[in-house]
């Protein structure tokens, strides 16, 4: 069959076991020093990870935790009045500037080395990689995008922070930015995946339900959710502004109309 005619929804059985032709299961005997998906690709200098799984989600959740609740904690001090929903906010981008920053450059700076290393961060990118290989074969397209992350995005989300503790009026215009930045980013990583399996059939996820719907869907769909979300308060909360400076013109027109021209212009001149 041309794969050019392969349904658009293979993709979304990407995460079932496929049937393996005898060709392929010679395949996996040679793939075998490493488990990732496709099989047969070149992961030079692996070496499985050191620590159990619940210990790297463990340690990098003690991290981000520390980090909001040190974040959060300033915050409030410094503007005790923060409501809870623009605390949420606040956490939330923390939080991004956090990962694009530390955690994606990790891997920006160190992509050769990853699939080697010992590191904390390298053996979870290691585990997240089960779900897609790229991460582990200094692909292109994700050198690129996590760069942008890493460089343009993960500052950003740290400057929408702190426009939201100083009531900034650059918080909306910046969050606008940041979240149609955060749904872009998240339609590319879908979508590239769901090309290439349609055109070539390749996956670079595992097949079984924990890596590809709780690992590579999952994991990332809060950058869809979580930012329409915010897209969206940010342009009713805008609107709202221009309806009530419209409001305020349109009044002020209004009164300069029934003053007349003489007495707008002895205001003026008080002024």
Known sequence: MDVSSRPVWTWWRAGQEPDTPPIMKQAQTFSSIHPYYP???????YASNS????VLIAGLGSMLGGVLLGTSTLALRFHPKLTKSSLAVFCWFV????????????FVLNHTSVASSQHLFAQLWKEYALSDSRYLTSDPFMLSVESITVFVWGPLCFACAVCIVTDSYLRHPLQIIMCIGHLYGVALYYATSLIETHFSGRSHSRPEFLYFWVYYVGLNLPWAIIPTILLGGSIRTIARKLKILNTIKVGLQGFQARQGPEVVKESRKAR
């Open 95 to 106: 939080l991004c500037g956090s990962l694009h920053v530390f955690f994606e450059g990790y």
């Open 51 to 54: 620590l159990p799984v619940l």
């Open 39 to 45: 099989l047969g690709v070149t992961i030079p200098d």
